[in-house]
C-alpha cells in the first residue's frame, strides 16, 4: 500500500471521533485529505491584517487581530439563538455576531484570548459589528501561527480549521518525506511550467505566496481538465464504433405523408433542422446530432419525421424518453402523426405487463414493429432490434455517458443518433459532454402561440395568489403549484411539497379535486395522477419539478412556483413550458419569501424575457456554471476547481494533449496509474466503464 492510502488514522492527532468527521467529508485516507483543497476563494493573508480602527464598515469581508472581552448568548425574536462577543485592541472596539451552529464554536471565546478574526464588517449602534464571523485562537495550545497565508476550509461541525490544518500539514511532511509521484506526464508539466505535483499540493494548502498559489491553482485547474478529457476520450474508445453507417434514402412517401397530415406547417426553424437532419441521415457517417429547441419549439415534429425517414427505409427507430409519462405522451403524439400509414408503434417502460412485454419483444426482434418508444427499459439487455437505424433520445441531459452507448450498441451497424434537448448548451460544452457533435438549434417558436404571462410575488402576497387559483379553477381551468423537489428541501427550512400540499388541501383547496405528485412516487401512481389530470378529473397538483419535462395539458392555465428563488431562470422558463398550450391567456406566479432586491429582480427577468437561451445565459452570469451544468447528471465527475465555462481554453488543450498522451503506451500507462491510485471514485468512474 503507498503512504497515500493509508487510513487517516495514522496520522498523530487522529483518533476514532475524528476519523469519523474526515469520513463526513469523504476523507478516509491521506491522499483524501491532501485532495481536499481549501476555499479557493477565501485563503487569509496575514499581511493585510488590521487593526479595530483600520476597518472600513462597507460591508466587506477583512481580516483583524483582537482580544475578546465577554461572550453572551442571547435569543432572536424568532427564538433562534445567537451569540455576541465583544473584542478590542489599542484602538477600539467591535462586536462579532455568532449565529446557528456557531454560537457554541464562540463558547470557546473565555475572555482574554487573542484572535484573529475574518468577517463581513458594517456599522454598529455604539461599536463596528462583524458578522459572517471566522475566527482563530492565538495561542501555543492552538498552535497555529501567523505567518504565512491561512487556508480556510468548508467544514462541518465536529471539525476545526485548526485540526484541518494540522492534519494536512502532518500529511505534508509524509509526502516531503516518502515523494508524491507525478499526475501529470512529465512532457506536460515541463511543457507549460506547472509546479510538481508536491510543491502543488504544499502551496494550494499553505501557499508561501499569493503568486504561488496561484501556479498552485493552474496547475490544478489543468489536473482536472486533463483527467476529465483523458476518461472521455477512454470512454469513447471503449464504445468506438468501427461499424458501418447506415445510408438513408432520400426523403419518401412517408415523410411526405406526415408533413401533409401534420396540423401545421414547419416553421422555418423547423424547415432547416429538418434539412440537416435528413442530410446527415442520408450520408454514410452515422449522424451524431444535437437539436436544441427551446420548449415548445416543435421537436417532437422533427423526432417523427426522422423516425419515418427510417422506416420508409425499411428500418426501425426507437425514442427513448427519461420518464414513463413523456414517453406516454410521445407514444400519443406519434400515434397521431402516424396514423393511417400502418407504421407499428409499441411504448416500453418498466410498467409494461410481461405478457405484452414478451410480444412486444418478439415483434421487434421479427422486424414488424418498426418504432419503439420508451424508457430506461429500452436500455435492457433482452431489448433487442431486428434493424435498429436511429435513435432518438428527448431531453438528453437527464441520461448519463454510459446509458447512451448502452442504447446505440443494440445494432450490428451504427445507428444514427438524434439527442433533443430543450437546455442550451454551448458549443464547447456539447463537445466535451458528447463528444463531436453537430448542433441543431432552433431559435424561435411555431406562431399564434400566447405568451405566458410572468409575474412575481413576495409572500405576504399568497392569499391574493390562491385566491386567483381558486377563480381559475371555478372558470373551469387547471393548475400546477410547483414546490422545490423533496431533496433539495431536506435540512432547510423551506416548506417541502407534502407540507404545501396539506396547507393547500385544508384551505384553498378544499372543495377542489387535487394530487401531490412528486418523483418519490411509484410509476403507476404517478401515471394515474397524470392520466386523471389530463383528463379534467383532477383540476390542481401540487409537484415538484418531476412535470419539467413533456407533459401536454392544454386546459392547465395557470402555474404556481413557490419559493421561486430556488430555482435557476431557465428552469422556471422550462416549467412554465406545461401552461400556455391551450387557446387561453396563461399565467405563471412567482412566489418567494427572499425579500432581498437582487432575488427580485432575477425572477422579474422572467417577466419580461420569454427566450429560454437568453436566460440561461443570465442564470450563467447569475450563478454561474457550475449550478447550471451538474457534471454528475451526465455521469462526469464534479470539479473542484476548474470551470468549463470559465477555463474553456485549458479544456481545449487538454483535449488535445490528452489524445497525444493515450496514444503514447508509456505515458498512457503513467496517467491510468495516477487515476486509479491517487485519486478517489471521482475519476475512477469514467475511467473504469
Ligand atoms: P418541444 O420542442 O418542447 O418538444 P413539442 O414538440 O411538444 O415541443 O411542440 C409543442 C407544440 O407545438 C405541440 O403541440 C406541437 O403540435 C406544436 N407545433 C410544433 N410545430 C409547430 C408548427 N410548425 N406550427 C404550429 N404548432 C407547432
Ligand atoms: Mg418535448
Redesign the pocket.
Known sequence: MKWWQESINTLKGIGPKRVEAFARLNIQTIGDLLNFYPRLDSYIDNSKILTIKELATDGSLQLFKATTLRAVERYSAGGKRYAMVTVRDETGYATLFLFGAQTYVARQLKPDLEILIRGRVKPGRSTKTVSEVMFQILDAKHGDTLQGIQPVYNLTESLTQTVLRQSVRRALELAVKLGSPETIPEPLVKKYGFLNRLACLQNIHFPESMALLAAAKRRLIYEELFLLQCGLLLNREHNHDDRAGIKHGPDGKLVAALLRGF?????AA?AKAWREISDDMEGRQPMHRLLQ?????????LAALALAKTVENGFQGCLMAPTSILAHQHLE?LQAFFKDTGVQLALLTSATKAAEREQLLNDLAAGSLQILIGTHALLQEDVQFAHLALVVT?EQHRFGVNQRAALVNKSGYAPDTLV?T?TPIPRTLALTVYGDVDLSIMKGM???RKQVRTLCYTGEMRDKVYAGLVRQVRAGRQAYVVCPSIEEVEGSDLASVNDVFIHLKRTWLKDIPCALLHGKLKNSEKEAIMTAFAAGDLKVLVTTTVIEVGV?VPNATLMIVENADRFGLAQIHQLR?RVG?GEQQSFCVLVTDNQAPEALARLNVLHSCSDGFELSEKDLELRGAGQLFGLRQHGLPDLYVADILRDTDVLVACRKDAQKVLADPQLRAQVLTAVENQFDERFANIFKN
Open positions: 396540423p401545421f406547417k414547419l416553421t423547423q429547441g427551446d420548449v415548445g419549439s416543435g421537436k417532437t415534429a403524439t428527448d433533443m430543450a411555431p406562431p399564434g401536454n413550458g398550450r
